[in-house]
C-alpha cells in the first residue's frame, strides 16, 4: 500500500542524526581556526597596506571575530559563507586571500572527522522512508561546506533514506529564518501543516515554528555538547527549549510521527 497524500520529517544533522565525540568536537573547531589562518599567513598584501605584515596573533584575532560574527549573524537568520569569513577578516588585516585551497582543505577536514550516527538514526528513517514519508536534512553550516557534509551521509549510509539536504551555506539564510524551512518543503513538495522539524537546538524549535510547520520535536538525545561547542550556541540557547513535543530517543519519534502525520493508504 503506498500513501494517498504526503508528509514530510526534516531533521537538523549535527547532535540529531550524527555527532562527534566531545574531544573531536573540539579538535575539529580549533582546526577549522587553524586553516583559516594558514590560508591568511600565505595570502598577497593588498596595495597600499601598512608596511608591518600583520603577526599570527592578529591572523587569528581577526579570524576568530569573523567566525563570532557569522554565528550572531546566523542566529539572526543570515548566512555568511566561510569564504566571506576568510575574505572579511583578510580586508581587516589588508591581506588578499584565495578562498579556494582553503575551502578545499576545510572540505576535507570535514571528511575525515570521526561521525557517528546517532543511536537509532539508520533504523528511523529507514522506517519512515519505507512507509511512505518524504525525508530531508535542514542545517546550518556556519563553520564548514554543505557540500562535505553530504560525503558526510553518504559515509554513514543515510543518504538513500532522505529526499532533500539543504545547508544554509547554499541560501543566504540560516535556521531559524522561515525561509529556509520553507525552501527544504519547495523540495519535498508538502506544505507546512503536513511537516514535522526535529531538531536539538533554538533555531531548530524557532525556525519551525515562524515557517508554520505542524510541529517542533526537540531532541535531547546528544545534547552533552562539547565545551566549545556550547560556547557557540546562540543565545536562545542559554535558557529552557519551548517545544511542542520532545523525545529523548530517536526510536519514540515514529509513533509521534504517525500520530501527528498520519498517512492515508489506498486499500
Known amino acids: 500500500m503506498r500513501p494517498d497524500g504526503r508528509a514530510a520529517v526534516t531533521f537538523d544533522l549535527w547532535y540529531t542524526l550524527v555527532r562527534l565525540d566531545a574531544p573531536a568536537q573540539d579538535r575539529y573547531l580549533a582546526?577549522?581556526?587553524?586553516?583559516?589562518?594558514?590560508?591568511?599567513?600565505?595570502?598577497?598584501r593588498e596595495p597600499g597596506a601598512r608596511t608591518d605584515p600583520p603577526g599570527k596573533g592578529d591572523v587569528r584575532r581577526a579570524v576568530e571575530e569573523q567566525r563570532r560574527a557569522a554565528g550572531a549573524a546566523a542566529e539572526e537568520g543570515r548566512t555568511v559563507h566561510v569564504a566571506e569569513q576568510l575574505e572579511r577578516a583578510g580586508r581587516a588585516l589588508g591581506l588578499r586571500p584565495s578562498s579556494r585551497d582553503y575551502l578545499l582543505a576545510l572540505d576535507q577536514e570535514v571528511r575525515s572527522l570521526p561521525f557517528?550516527?546517532?543511536?537509532?538514526?539508520?533504523?528511523?528513517?529507514?522506517?519512515?522512508?519505507?512507509?511512505?514519508?518524504?525525508?530531508?536534512?535542514?542545517?546550518?553550516?556556519?563553520g564548514e561546506r554543505g557540500a562535505a557534509l553530504r560525503s558526510v551521509l553518504e559515509a554513514l549510509r543515510l543518504s538513500p533514506f532522505l529526499d532533500a539536504t539543504i545547508f544554509s551555506d547554499e541560501l543566504p539564510w540560516t535556521k531559524p529564518e522561515p525561509r529556509i524551512f520553507q525552501r527544504a518543503l519547495e523540495r519535498l513538495a508538502v506544505g507546512p501543516d503536513r511537516a514535522l522539524h526535529v531538531g536539538d537546538g533554538w533555531s531548530d524549535l524557532e525556525g519551525a515554528r515562524r515557517a508554520g510547520l505542524r510541529g517542533a520535536v526537540l531532541f535531547t538525545g546528544l545534547r552533552d555538547y562539547a565545551p566549545g561547542y556550547r560556547s557557540l550556541l546562540p543565545t536562545g540557547d542559554q535558557g529552557p527549549l519551548r517545544a511542542d513535543h520532545q523525545v529523548e530517543h530517536l526510536s519514540e519519534l515514529p509513533a509521534l510521527v504517525h500520530e501527528l502525520l498520519p498517512l492515508n493508504h489506498k486499500g
Open 31 to 44: 582546526r577549522q581556526i587553524e586553516l583559516a589562518v594558514e590560508a591568511l599567513s600565505l595570502a598577497a
Open 116 to 142: 557517528r550516527t546517532a543511536t537509532g538514526a539508520e533504523a528511523v528513517l529507514g522506517q519512515l522512508h519505507e512507509e511512505g514519508y518524504r525525508l530531508g536534512v535542514v542545517s546550518n553550516t556556519v
